[in-house]
């Protein structure tokens, strides 16, 4: 069974920071063409957040890139979203996903965790 898990979510000060972790079990991370983080907000469409590809190159969305970095620990088969500067806006549920994954091209979610920045 495959099963995404992120933790590191909480209650944070603007300005301050977070780093968000996903564990993966049942399947590798090295499985998937891209992991990405994404966040959503009630009533609202699930947006990229960061994504790394199984080669390392990291894509992020213009409204974290300077701020945010994701990386991935294949030993480890985590992939992390380090968040600084946080801001207000960053207030969402974020989401890892393993996209397009070996062999059949399946997509995979966690469960998501809040991440809310009080200003």
């Known amino acids: 069974q495959v099963q995404l898990v992120e933790s590191g979510g909480g209650l944070v000060q603007a300005g301050g920071s977070l780093r968000l972790s996903c564990a993966a079990s049942?399947?590798?991370?090295?499985?998937?063409?891209?992991m990405g983080w994404y966040r959503q907000a009630p009533g609202n469409q699930r947006e990229l957040v960061a994504s790394?590809?199984?080669?390392?190159?990291?894509n992020y969305a213009d409204s974290v890139r300077g701020r945010f970095t994701i990386s991935r620990d294949n030993a480890k088969n985590t992939v992390y979203l380090q968040m600084n500067s946080l801001k207000p806006e960053d207030t969402d549920v974020y989401f890892c996903?393993?996209?397009?994954?070996?062999?059949?091209?399946?997509?995979?979610w966690g469960q998501g965790t809040q991440v809310t920045v009080s200003s």
């Open positions: 996903k393993a996209g397009s994954t070996i062999p059949f091209g399946r997509d995979y």
């Open positions: 049942g399947i590798s991370i090295f499985s998937a063409n891209t």
């Open positions: 790394i590809t199984r080669s390392g190159n990291a």
